[in-house]
C-alpha cells in the first residue's frame, strides 16, 4: 500500500516545497480505519472476562464466552483489509479534490485548490502539506475532515519521525 513513504521521497517533499518557498503545514486523521466501508470478510473478537463482567451489568445476565463471539463490523486497526480499506477511501477524497498522485510513490500528491498549488506528503492518516498560503492547505485538512475525521495540527515541526525546522531561509 501506499501508505508506507520512503525516507527519499519524505526529502524530496520538503525541498520542492523549500525550493517553492512553500510553507509545510501537518494533519492528522483520527481513528482512520473506524472510518472506511465495512470489510468484506467477517471478523469476530473473543469474549474476556472484562467483557463478561460489563455484560452482566449492562443486561443483567451472564454471557459465556465459550459459546459467543462478538461481530466486528468495522475494519479495526489489525484486520487484514483496514490498510487497504483506507487507502481507497483517503486516495478517493483527495482525488475528489483533484490531487494526483506520483506514479512511482502514490502517497505524494499534486493539486490546486483557489488557484493555489498543494503538495501532500501522506503517512496513513498523516498529511504534510505544503504551500505558499497556510490558510489554503487549512482549507484542505477542512475538506477531508468532512469525509473522514481530520484536524490541522499547524506549521509542520515533527513529521514521519523526522524533525522539521521551517525558517523563512530553508526547510531543514
Known amino acids: 500500500y501506499a501508505s508506507c513513504i520512503s525516507q527519499p521521497c519524505m526529502c524530496l517533499f520538503f525541498a520542492i516545497a523549500a525550493v517553492e518557498g512553500m510553507i509545510v503545514t501537518f494533519g492528522n486523521s483520527t481513528n482512520a480505519y473506524q472510518m472506511t466501508s465495512p470489510p468484506t470478510l467477517q471478523c469476530y473478537l473473543e469474549i474476556e472476562d472484562a467483557y463478561c463482567s460489563w455484560y452482566k451489568k449492562r443486561y443483567k445476565e451472564d454471557i459465556d464466552p465459550r459459546t459467543h463471539v462478538i461481530p466486528v463490523f468495522k475494519a479495526l486497526q489489525g484486520h487484514p483489509e483496514a490498510g487497504a480499506l483506507w487507502e481507497r477511501m483517503i ?72 524533525n522539521v525546522q521551517q525558517t523563512r531561509h530553508y526547510i531543514k
Open 91 to 162: 486516495t478517493g477524497i483527495l482525488q475528489k479534490h483533484g490531487f494526483k498522485s506520483t506514479t512511482h510513490e502514490r502517497n505524494l500528491y499534486r493539486a490546486k485548490i483557489d488557484g493555489q498549488t498543494l503538495l501532500v506528503c501522506r503517512q496513513v492518516d498523516d498529511y504534510a502539506v505544503a504551500c505558499s498560503n497556510p490558510k489554503i492547505s487549512e482549507k484542505l485538512i477542512k475538506l477531508i475532515d468532512q469525509e473522514a475525521t481530520t484536524a490541522s495540527k499547524g506549521i509542520c515541526k515533527r513529521y514521519n519521525g523526522v
